[in-house]
């Protein structure tokens, strides 16, 4: 395994095409009159990750690990980032999901795509899942 999103693992040979990170500082602007403005640090922006992902029918059914994706990012739930040495790198939303498709059969079904994961970093706090109550109802 190279690196895992929440519940989804990406290998290097099969699936993981490399990732770029965003990183950011954001600064205020001050006017003055009759001079160049004055920068002022206010903090850091949130960092960004773009995984790139090859999916390929030889090795996986293409169709299948997009569905996961999209289920995935409709949860709209922060999910951990992972690598394989066991590193971890941070929590994330999925942003946007981006796809290509490269090469596809008489039938239109898919044998090679190019998706683009979008992640955005989470800096808020994660609900822990509720169990539903058991016992007697109450008023």
Known sequence: MY????????DLITYFNGFD?????????HARIE????????GESLEELNIRLNFHSSF????TEIEKLKTLANT???Q???LGNG????TYIIENIASTLEQSDKQGNIISIK???KLKEWTGQIKAETKPKQGLKTR
């Open 115 to 117: 998706n683009q994961i």
């Open 21 to 29: 990170e965003t990183k950011a500082y954001n600064f205020a602007e």
């Open 60 to 63: 996986c059914n293409p169709e």
């Open 3 to 10: 690196a895992q999103l929440g519940n989804i693992r990406f």
């Open 35 to 42: 001079n160049k403005p004055r920068l002022q640090y206010t």
């Open 87 to 90: 590193k971890y790198v941070g």
């Open 80 to 82: 951990p980032f992972i």
């Open 76 to 78: 709209h739930q922060p």
